[in-house]
């Protein structure tokens, strides 16, 4: 029976967005790795996405930050109750 070959995984995180990805390949300088949109972010002048994919990105940016807000607003909420309890 043939030996499985296991693929080694690196896992990174931008050093803007603080997203992970994950690849197959080691980076050579893991400290200068962004993602694709914090990349667009650095130089507006070469986004050649298309529109669609522009708009797409917009929204996912704004309900992320919606959310987030969202959770602060909870998470403010609920000190603010158990402060109260005391």
């Known amino acids: 029976m043939a030996k499985k070959h296991m693929k080694q995984v690196f896992r990174y995180k931008c050093t803007i ?11 050579p300088n893991p400290d200068e790795l962004v993602s694709v949109s914090a990349y667009y972010q650095l130089h ?14 917009k929204q996912i940016e704004e ?19 158990d402060a109260s309890e005391e």
């Open 17 to 27: 967005t603080d997203e992970e990805f994950k690849t197959t390949r080691k980076a």
């Open 63 to 81: 309900a992320a930050k919606a959310g987030g807000d969202l959770f602060a607003a909870l998470q403010a909420g609920a000190t603010s109750s």
């Open 44 to 57: 507006p002048d070469q986004d050649d996405r298309p529109e669609r994919i522009k708009i797409e990105q």
